[in-house]
């Protein structure tokens, strides 16, 4: 896989005089089925979060309050995403080093994922993860 599949993906929604929706509905908006939801919030000023990759596991990331920059890497190349709009999310394909940086006091960073959690799906180590990625 390569950082050129992970990209910025508009929500589609709607608005009117009692605010906003977005929505996100397989497989028109992203190319997996949700199989996890869970959220970060409440990161202390100058803290990361990521500093891992994933086999298999396909992500949608959203800044549903605040802002947050992502840096994605793919063993070749790093490209990095910065997210501050609910109705926008940030499509990550399998095997993408990732870091969570810069986060905003009030940001709430919603993920999607294609699979229920799983250690061995993980690289931990960034050295482990080029190994594989850059073979």
Do not use: N
Request: proline share 5%; aromatic share 12%.
């Amino acid at each position: 896989m390569t950082i050129s599949e992970c990209k910025l993906v508009d929500l589609p929604g709607s608005a009117d005089d009692r605010g906003k929706l977005a929505f996100v509905e397989p497989p028109s908006t992203i190319p997996f089925e949700i199989r996890r939801v869970y959220y970060l919030f409440d990161i202390p000023s100058g803290k990361e979060r990521g500093a891992h990759g994933h086999r298999d596991l396909q992500q949608l990331m959203i800044a549903v309050s605040g802002s947050f920059s992502v840096v994605l890497d793919d063993g070749k190349e790093c490209k990095t995403f910065r997210l501050s709009k609910p109705d926008q999310g940030l499509y990550i394909s399998k095997m993408i080093w990732r870091d969570l940086k810069d986060f905003s006091e009030d940001a709430v960073c919603l993920v999607l994922a294609s699979e229920r959690y799983a250690e061995d799906d993980y690289f931990r180590s960034y050295d482990e993860f080029y190994r594989e990625a850059t073979p």
